[in-house]
């Protein structure tokens, strides 16, 4: 399991830091124990004395590849050589990701 943090602005430019937690699917039991693990983790409080009381997010999916921990503006994917898909700066269309995970309400959190 690791941390890994992704740099995001917020409104004005604000450095908004938000940060993913990762584990290899194939350590864990069973999808319940994801379930447990999600639902711990989203209930925690972070704090931190340079960025405030952190907050539970939903994913922001990417319309680049379609990745759920980063912004169209952080894919990677248009930085590699001889790239041939959507620009950081393309118009949007055809896919245009989701905002929020389905499975995520921002009253109650996650849900089964
Ligand atoms: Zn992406």
């Given at each position: 399991?690791?941390?890994k943090?992704?740099?995001m ?16 699917p194939?350590?864990?039991p ?10 711990h ?25 379609h ?30 990701g ?5 499975n995520?309400?921002n009253k ?5």
């Amino acid at each position: 399991m690791y941390v890994k943090r992704i740099d995001m602005k917020g409104k004005g430019g604000l450095s908004t830091p938000y940060f993913g937690i990762y584990i290899d699917p194939n350590t864990l039991p069973d999808d319940d124990f994801w379930h447990v693990l999600r639902d711990h983790f989203g209930s925690l409080i972070y704090e931190s004395t340079m960025y405030g009381t952190g907050m539970v997010q939903p994913p922001s999916y990417c319309p680049i590849c379609h990745g759920c921990d980063h912004p169209r503006g952080l894919c990677p994917f248009p930085l590699l050589p001889a790239w041939k898909g959507m620009s950081r700066d393309s118009p949007k269309r055809g896919f245009k990701g989701r905002s929020n995970d389905r499975n995520y309400d921002n009253k109650s959190g996650y849900r089964d």
